[in-house]
């Protein structure tokens, strides 16, 4: 196979499945983030943890884990299938914001969940640092997808939202 991944007819059915799998796992880190701050804290300091912090504390680890996983299925399927092509009707700009956003999404999704298995297992506060401040980031690059996947859709008229919902569309 060449280095650079062939057109696809559209979004494989595991690519599909991954992309929303990270979607609902990322909400699922949105609402026990502070259970995570709470259980890095009482761990560093020794401290007492109760067990809904520490039960939420370990979901997160493991979500932020199958985030890693799944983000990297996600480009082997990808890399292995290839990606529709971007619609001609599209202007160039918005195609290549398109690839700069995803790029650094996919970046982000890597790693921010090793920075914070590193700030966990290994007690690296700086690694910790590193998680806690691409959050943000994200977030912006999330919503900027968003935008862009409702603009391509109803500014562009691309049709391009079906392609994530529905495996195989162009």
Known sequence: MSAAAPHAKGWSTLSVALHWTIVVLIVVQFIDHEWMVDLWRATRRAAPIDATTEA???????????????????LLDRYAHGRPPYPAEEPTWASWLARI?????YAILILMPIAGLIAWFGM??????????????????????????????????????????VPGTV
Do not use: D
């Open 56 to 74: 939420w504390g370990w979901v997160h680890i493991v979500a932020g884990s199958l985030i890693l996983i799944a983000t990297l299925a996600r």
């Open 101 to 105: 956003t995803h790029g650094l999404i």
């Open 124 to 165: 690296i506060g700086e690694a910790g640092e590193i998680h806690e401040f691409l959050w943000t980031p994200l977030l912006v690059l999330i919503g900027l997808h968003v935008i862009g996947a409702l603009a391509q859709q109803f500014w562009f008229k691309t049709g391009v939202l079906k392609r994530i919902f």
